[in-house]
């Protein structure tokens, strides 16, 4: 019926979509869309530097997507720069450094649209298995640190007095945002990857009144702009990243719709 | 060693960006008493309750704590916009707690009918109400309750102060509390410390009382409070006869 290409894509981004739901949460309620678009931009030049020493492109965008989160922890320490320009400091040098090393690397063809966009289509079963593994452990993770996490996102004190750690859980969720943005970027691409983070959450946001709603509904989100997409890219011949983030999107407004009615309801 | 003691500071004190906010204060909660941290704004009262809950790390002293059954009220808390949450998921923040505990703890701060409201809704007293209820509801070892009736109406303070009390009794737990309000303060409490960026003084509220250090740090309404207090318990000091009005 579909050609093993689709599949393979669908099933790569079902795997994506059930990780960057939760995380995506964490990224909206942290405040961290800009930290995960420079952790993404940095992600380039992880993949240069995976085809110029020939090591795996998601390790290496995970090594170096972790190194420009030390970077930044230590800039902010040491510098009286404020957060984001820190964050718009390293995420436009790391691109343009990727980029220029790419300038070099003239013996490698690059697709640099592939990498900017995505090409879920080209997912091969390596990359599945990349996804497949590094998913449920990203997931088992977060369970693991949810209790902390959370509750220093409420408040920080709280959490710390009442014997959680929160200073640990924020280290390993900042892992935990390199390892997303490592296993999906084959899939959206490094410009859209945070779209496919804060989207389906921003959309849950709008129709959830408990944390736990809006992980599910995020989920749900994620699945279905992934569904939608990879089948409108099919039927209209589009890119199937953007055709992803356009899904969410549309399911965004649609969850705009839903907020109308029920204030409606309460009037 | 005592081991009714729960969490002690010796010669503890904090610095943040070159100014010493607290030093040199010494203290001990123990089971089923109530220790009160009094003083003006400013004074070091929230950065010594955060001493104590080893919220700040670089301290100088020491801090000796003894028990990680811990319920905090924050003085300051402020729930993002962005958070989905409703009372009943911020009960089960820190802990796993029974549905009945919830509903326990809710009753007796008089706010259970807001169990399933988002958090975002409620008036600052329903907050403190239900920040109060969430601390009390793991039943723990050793309360920390920075101003916890900040914002509640007035008869609502005097039996969330009574409930204070009573948790205190009941379930022999430690109490460190901070407040502003000194008639609670003197009529409820086991141990005072005043202070004024180091100890002024310390001591059972009617010593404390007739300190004069204290006498001017709260000036008028202290000596007001004297009288209340005398009054309340004037059999106790009636062979001094010399304060005595009434």
């Known amino acids: 019926m579909f050609d093993d290409f689709f599949i393979r894509a669908l099933l790569a981004g079902i795997g994506v979509a059930c990780v960057t739901g939760p995380l995506g949460c964490f990224v909206v309620w942290r405040r961290l869309s800009y930290f995960g678009d420079t952790l993404a931009h940095s992600a380039l030049l992880g993949v240069t530097l995976a085809y110029s020493f020939e090591l795996n492109i998601a390790l290496s965008v995970f090594l170096i997507s972790s190194l420009i989160a030390v970077i930044l922890i230590q800039l902010q320490k040491k510098t009286n720069l404020p957060g984001d320009a820190l964050l718009g400091l390293l995420a436009h040098s790391s691109l343009a450094v990727g980029l220029v090393v790419i300038g070099f690397l003239t013996f490698i063809r690059f697709d640099i649209m592939g990498l900017l966009f995505g090409d879920i289509l080209a997912v091969n079963t390596n990359d599945l298995l990349i996804i497949w593994v590094g998913g449920p452990i990203i997931l088992i993770t977060l369970k693991l640190i949810w209790k902390s996490l959370f509750a220093s996102t409420v408040n920080y004190e709280l959490a710390e007095a009442e014997g959680l750690n929160p200073d640990r859980a924020k280290a390993v969720f900042t892992i935990l945002m390199a390892a997303i943005i490592a296993i999906s970027i084959k899939m959206v691409g490094l410009l859209l990857i945070t779209g496919m983070l804060i989207i389906p959450a921003a959309m849950a946001r709008n129709i959830s009144d408990s944390p736990q709603k809006m992980v599910f509904y995020s989920i749900i989100g994620g699945l279905l702009?992934?569904?939608?997409?990879?089948?409108?890219?099919?039927?209209?011949?589009?890119?199937?990243?953007?055709?992803?983030?356009?899904?969410?999107?549309?399911?965004?407004?649609?969850?705009?719709?839903?907020?109308?009615?029920?204030?409606?309801?309460?009037? | 060693m005592d081991n009714n003691i729960l969490v002690k500071l010796n010669n503890a004190g904090f610095r943040q960006n070159g100014k010493m906010l607290v030093e040199g204060?010494?203290?001990?909660?123990?089971?089923?008493?109530?220790?009160?941290?009094?003083?003006?704004?400013?004074?070091?009262?929230s950065t010594t309750a955060k001493i104590a809950l080893g919220i700040y790390k670089n301290i100088e002293g020491s801090v000796e704590k003894y028990t990680n059954n811990i319920g905090y009220v924050p003085q300051k808390i402020s729930i993002d916009w962005t958070l989905p949450i409703r009372v009943n998921d911020f009960?089960?923040?820190?802990?796993?707690?029974?549905?009945?505990?919830?509903?326990?703890?809710?009753?007796?701060?008089?706010?259970?009918?807001?169990?399933?409201?988002?958090?975002?809704?409620?008036?600052?007293?329903?907050?403190?109400?239900?920040?109060?209820?969430?601390?009390i509801s793991k039943k723990p070892e050793l309360l920390v309750l920075d101003e916890p009736v900040q914002g509640v109406d007035y008869t609502g303070e005097i039996a969330l102060y009574e409930l204070i009390k009573k948790i205190s009794d009941t379930l022999n737990c430690g109490i460190l509390l901070i407040?502003?309000?000194?008639?609670?303060?003197?009529?409820?409490?086991?141990?005072?410390?005043?202070?004024?960026?180091?100890?002024?003084?310390?001591?059972?509220?009617?010593?404390?009382?007739?300190?004069?250090?204290?006498?001017?740090?709260?000036?008028?309404?202290?000596?007001q409070i004297l009288s209340v207090y005398e009054h309340n318990h004037d059999h106790v000091h009636s062979d001094e006869g010399d304060i005595k009005k009434n």
């Open chain 2, 179 to 223: 407040s502003h309000d000194l008639h609670t303060v003197m009529t409820a409490t086991d141990h005072v410390v005043c202070l004024n960026g180091h100890v002024c003084c310390s001591g059972s509220p009617i010593d404390v009382a007739r300190n004069n250090e204290y006498k001017t740090l709260f000036g008028d309404q202290a000596s």
């Open chain 2, 91 to 135: 009960m089960l923040l820190t802990d796993k707690i029974k549905d009945d505990q919830v509903n326990e703890a809710l009753s007796l701060t008089g706010v259970i009918h807001l169990k399933d409201k988002s958090l975002g809704n409620l008036s600052g007293g329903e907050f403190q109400r239900v920040l109060l209820a969430r601390a």
């Open chain 1, 225 to 267: 702009s992934v569904v939608l997409g990879l089948f409108s890219s099919l039927e209209f011949n589009t890119p199937s990243g953007p055709s992803i983030i356009a899904a969410a999107l549309v399911l965004f407004i649609l969850s705009l719709l839903n907020i109308k009615q029920s204030i409606k309801l309460k009037n």
């Open chain 2, 25 to 45: 204060v010494s203290l001990q909660v123990e089971k089923g008493k109530i220790v009160t941290l009094i003083g003006p704004n400013g004074s070091g009262k």
